[in-house]
């Protein structure tokens, strides 16, 4: 039995259950949460091995709000986290990326619109705006659209903590 502890936060309560059954059955000790906040304050009290993170759920940027809090606090900042999209992702190579920045400083950029930025360690990380509208770029150790999550999601979950 692999015995790692994962954290599935997601407002979607049916997608919640039916990949805790699927990761259950993989061997992984499963903790869940609907809403960021709620994610946050089971992420301190569990410390998951790893955490799977929606975008979308109580705000348009929840997930990232949260991802940022995990990555700001001393003992949880080492986890994994694979953030969960709806969402269209495009991806993009890091040169282009300061043609998207310039995009955002002059206002002429989609909300909705997240950048997917990849390199050779497979490492990613997306440029957004906050609910302020404040651009911000995150990293990410996984980016995986909830509609390939079924032959996505588990692959990114075996590379990240086996």
Known sequence: ???????LVDDDKD???????????????????HSGEEGFKKAKEVKPDLIVLDVNMETQNAGFNMNRKVRNEGDLKHIPIIMLTGIETYPVTSQTLEMYNA??????????????????????????KDDNGKPF?????????????????LPEIHRLIG
């Open 1 to 7: 039995m692999n015995e790692k502890k994962v954290l």
């Open 15 to 33: 997608f919640v259950a039916a990949q805790s059954v699927l990761l259950g059955h993989e061997g992984y000790q499963i903790f869940t949460a």
């Open 103 to 128: 995009m955002m400083a002059s206002g002429d950029f989609d909300l909705q619109e997240v950048l997917k930025v990849g390199n050779n360690n497979s490492n990613t990380g997306v440029q957004f």
């Open 137 to 153: 770029y995150l990293s990410l150790d996984s980016f995986v659209s909830k509609a390939n999550s079924e032959t996505g999601l």
